[in-house]
């Protein structure tokens, strides 16, 4: 059973920088795509980038040029967050996806990102 969860979220002002951690578990082969989304205070929830099992990645226009996926040997899937915006504000999620289709069935608890203008 896959299993991801999430770190690193805080608080930080305008223009500065966050990165995140989802520490994933659960399977054996490199057989997930993964994907982090957000949710504004009293929005829907957003995709933000995906990163495929090649590791190749596709963004969102809001986090084009800003934020960097990657993953390591270890299992573990980052965001890099650069020019945070009071925009950025928001709960981050990351999810699994086995079908790497961009409906992920695995998703964590979530990490806080407040950005202060």
């Known amino acids: 059973q896959v299993h991801v969860a999430e770190s690193g979220g805080g608080s930080v002002q305008a223009g500065g920088s966050l990165k995140l951690s989802c520490k994933t578990s659960?399977?054996?082969?490199?057989?997930?795509?993964f994907g982090w989304f957000r949710q504004p205070p009293g929005k829907e929830r957003e995709a933000v980038v995906f990163?495929?099992?090649?590791?190749?990645t596709r963004y969102a226009d809001s986090a084009r040029g800003r934020f960097t996926i990657s993953k390591d040997n270890d299992k573990t899937v980052y965001l890099q967050m650069t020019s945070l915006t009071p925009e950025d504000t928001a709960m981050y999620y990351c999810?699994?996806?086995?079908?790497?289709?961009?409906?992920?069935?695995?998703w964590g608890q979530g990490t806080q990102v407040t950005v202060s203008s």
């Open positions: 999810a699994a996806d086995r079908g790497c289709d961009g409906r992920p069935q695995v």
């Open positions: 659960g399977y054996t082969y490199n057989i997930y795509c």
């Open positions: 990163i495929g099992t090649d590791g190749a």
